[in-house]
């Protein structure tokens, strides 16, 4: 039992044979179906049995068994069928019992699946769509004592990254900056004054009269040295001794 459900479950597979896909009719799409290299096709079915005696297809209402009938066509591009169990020939009352379905698209042979598979797999990508977005929704999880929770979105920070920082545009100099320089150019002009200045643009510079106030001579400079020099040497007045204690008469 175990290979017969694993030789008819073949729902990821497909077969085609490109050799009968431009003569492809209802006459002899049961033909094609029955070729040896379709992984499809059972071998012990009563539609081998018909073919190895060259018999018509009508017979197989006459056998019991397993059997394979063109149950729908719809030229030249879909062909559907049937794999069924017969039970009983057609005079004693025909039953039979369908086993499954084949579609055949453009020659390229399909199983058609049954309710509980196509149920089956919808709920199963559907618990893994739900199982993979609670996994990523915990990686973003973070949690401190002292914090609590919060997410921490690694997107988030690549697009951060990711984005054209604009400048700012600097401003030279602030409004106290310029103050500040100009009070300082005023300071050293006084300080300073210029040798030369023009009254008018393209005519040549006048030079300017600096007075400059005489130095005085070196031996002032001497005298004025040593003054402080035999002030800070004159001796210091003597200090008086401390008080004699003297001893209380009880």
Known sequence: MAAVDMRDNLLGISWVDSGWVPILNPGNVLDYFSERSNPFYD?????????MQRLTLEHLNQMVGVEYILLHAQEPILYIIRKQQRQAPTQGGAVTVPLADY?????????????????????LSAVH????????????CRYHPSKGY??????????????PKSKKKEEPSSLFQRQRVDMLLLDLRSKF??????????????????????EPPAETVKQ???????KTSAPAAPSKPP????????
């Open 43 to 51: 071998r012990t079915c009563n539609n081998e049995v018909v073919k």
């Open 103 to 123: 579609y055949i698209i453009a020659g390229v042979v399909y199983q058609a699946p049954d309710l509980g598979s196509v149920i089956g797999s919808r709920v």
């Open 129 to 140: 769509g739900i199982q993979s977005a609670f996994d990523e929704a915990m990686s973003y």
């Open 150 to 163: 919060w997410w921490h979105f690694k997107d988030q920070e690549e697009r951060e990254k990711a984005k």
């Open 193 to 214: 004054p210029p040798t030369f200045y023009q009254p008018k643009p393209g005519e040549k510079p006048i030079p300017v009269e600096v007075k400059k106030e005489p």
């Open 224 to 230: 004025e040295e040593r003054e402080p020099a035999t």
């Open 243 to 250: 008080p004699e204690k003297r001893a209380r008469l009880q």
